[in-house]
T-cell receptor, first 118, second 114 residues
Framework: AQKITQTQPGMFVQEKEAVTLDCTYD???????LFWYKQPSSGEMIFLIY??????QNATEGRYSLNFQKARKSANLVISASQLGDSAMYFC???????????????FGSGTQLTVLP | DSGVTQTPKHLITATGQRVTLRCSPR?????VYWYQQSLDQGLQFLIQ???????AKGNILERFSAQQFPDLHSELNLSSLELGDSALYFC?????????????FGEGSRLTVL
């Protein structure tokens, strides 16, 4: 079974509008972390936001917020006030196990290509 | 700038050849991870080293090997290259600082096998 599922291969949003990128995950580990990364066309991977499984509140980082619904095992990324520079591939990722563990590799979803229209 | 350095940025070689990709982690990070990004497989975890020791293994082929040296830089060796090995290879590092333990990625090494 896929551990991270991103069902939207591509999304379009009008500049200045908000957009939600979907992510669902599957794990039986009670301790895990969820991450979103942005990959522009230049190729680098840029960390955006993190949500721990025990965090009570949804994470926010500037225009990025993570809509964490634990019971549904979803961790959707919300980008507010989209900008042209937000056009990129967005990846959801999960770390299974506590943050303090030594094996901290991330499992990535297939990504969503976001295009912001002027 | 993530602080993770990868060389070379681009590499073109022929089938059957061997290449070495190099990674310098962020200062102070003990963990190094290697990922392969291809169009059909997405981002696949290959292997992790922690302070010189192998700590986790993912979908790494037997033709591939890696190591982490005492100065914490890491190398990924790819041998008997096939066309399907053409991909973007990322190195990432993480440390014990911060709350989330996010991985910091280098810019990647783009390998083209002809």
């Amino acid at each position: 079974a896929q551990k991270i599922t991103q069902t939207q291969p591509g999304m379009f949003v009008q500049e200045k509008e908000a957009v939600t990128l979907d992510c669902t995950y599957d794990t039986s580990d009670p301790s895990y972390g969820l991450f979103w990364y942005k990959q522009p066309s230049s190729g680098e991977m840029i960390f955006l936001i993190y949500q721990g499984s025990y965090d009570q509140q949804n994470a926010t980082e500037g225009r990025y917020s993570l809509n964490f619904q634990k019971a549904r095992k979803s961790a959707n990324l919300v980008i507010s006030a989209s900008q042209l520079g937000d056009s990129a591939m967005y990846f959801c990722a999960m770390r299974e196990g506590p943050r303090s563990g030594s094996a901290r590799q991330l499992t990535f979803g297939s990504g969503t290509q976001l295009t912001v229209l002027p | 700038d993530s602080g993770v350095t990868q060389t070379p940025k681009h590499l073109i070689t022929a089938t059957g050849q061997r290449v070495t990709l190099r990674c310098s982690p962020r200062s102070g990070d003990l963990s190094v991870y290697w990922y392969q990004q291809s169009l059909d497989q997405g981002l696949q975890f290959l292997i992790q080293y922690y302070n010189g020791e192998e700590r986790a293994k993912g979908n790494i082929l037997e033709r591939f090997s890696a190591q982490q040296f005492p100065d914490l830089h890491s190398e990924l060796n790819l041998s008997s290259l096939e066309l399907g090995d053409s991909a973007l290879y990322f190195c990432a590092s993480s440390g014990d600082r911060g709350r989330s333990g996010e991985l910091f990625f280098g810019e990647g090494s783009r390998l083209t096998v002809l």
